[in-house]
């Protein structure tokens, strides 16, 4: 039986193993990925990775970005947008959470928005930059807030809108993060991944009601209970279809193979999936392979520990 611990560990590490297994591999169409076995942090020889700079085990934007975060819900003991606003400044800026305080692979709307937050506009209008941008920048960084969260469901609704509001605005973005973030909650709470996601389901539709802007995307846009598709892109419905498909994989390691399975935006489908496998699986789950070849350990691991001493206290 696994405890809370064990899922939050699990749920941690799997983001960021997730990320940086798929690294190696982000724009690439699926015909270009490599067999499923062959998926690994370092890729088979003469395989033409991006960023051949990048050291195997690192990190990319989506996991600095969710440690931005979760260093601020601990710091603050909120949400405080402001202060988070500023970290993903300090991060894109500075290297903030970043490993060897490298930044790459910067999503254009997340470039737009932080530029807007330079410029002195308020965080809760910056994400709107482009109005119809429904990128997954926000959807790839939340679950921190969903391990972290103590609060009610409505609670943590609210607060997954927000924080996606920062970068990413529209109402699709916010819808898909609330939607993650409630079936992370369940999957927490020892659910299966099937009736996590039904209830996640059932929870948003209860809390936005049918005459809401908000009941309206989630039924017609992001279509939550329709079969999912994905063409593995940066499109923030692909992504969370992208983690439902893989997500059927019985094993963390197939997981987040599958996702990156799917081709182009591999290092963010792959640490949207594997965050949820690690709940659902726990740390004991990720390859200790993997686990090894992780760089920036010293980085990520107390503000871990942190978090575990806040949540099973």
């Known amino acids: 039986m696994l405890n809370n611990s064990d899922r939050i560990r699990g749920g941690f590490w799997g983001l960021l193993v997730g990320d940086a297994l798929g690294v190696p591999y982000e724009f690439r169409p699926s015909h270009k990925i490599p067999a499923h076995d062959d998926i690994e942090m370092e890729p088979p020889v003469g395989y033409n990775r991006e960023y051949p700079h990048i050291k195997p085990g690192t990190w990319s934007d989506d996991g600095a970005q969710a440690l931005c975060l979760l260093d601020s819900l601990l710091e603050k003991e909120a949400l405080h947008i402001r202060d988070f606003a500023d970290r993903l400044v300090s991060w894109k800026e500075n290297g903030l959470w970043a490993v060897d305080r490298l930044v790459f692979d910067v999503g254009n709307q997340t470039r737009d928005a932080i530029k807007e937050l330079k410029a002195g506009v308020s965080p809760t209008r910056s994400g709107f930059v482009n109005p119809n941008g429904k990128g997954n920048g926000a959807l ?31 109402i699709t973005n916010q819808v898909c993060c609330a939607l993650y973030c409630v079936w992370a909650r369940r999957l927490m709470q020892g659910h299966d991944i099937d009736a996590s996601y039904e209830l996640a389901i059932a929870t948003l539709r209860v809390h936005y009601g049918e005459t809401s802007e908000y009941w309206r995307d989630l039924e017609t846009v992001v279509r939550a209970s329709e079969t999912p598709i994905t063409d593995g892109s940066g499109y923030v419905v692909s992504t969370l279809n992208a983690a439902r498909l893989a997500l059927r994989e019985s094993t963390y390691e197939g997981v987040v193979r599958k996702a990156i399975s799917f081709g182009i935006d591999t290092d963010t489908n792959a640490a949207v999936a594997g965050g949820l496998a690690g709940i659902r699986d726990g740390i004991q789950a990720i390859p200790s392979r993997w686990l090894e070849m992780m760089r920036g350990k010293e980085l990520a691991q107390p503000l871990l520990e942190r978090l575990v001493t806040l949540v099973t206290k």
């Not at 807030?145 to 469901?153: I, R």
């Open 140 to 170: 790839m960084r939340v679950l921190p807030l969903a391990l972290w969260h103590q609060g009610n469901d409505a609670q943590l609704i609210e607060d997954a809108h927000t924080q996606a509001i920062v970068t990413h605005g529209h």
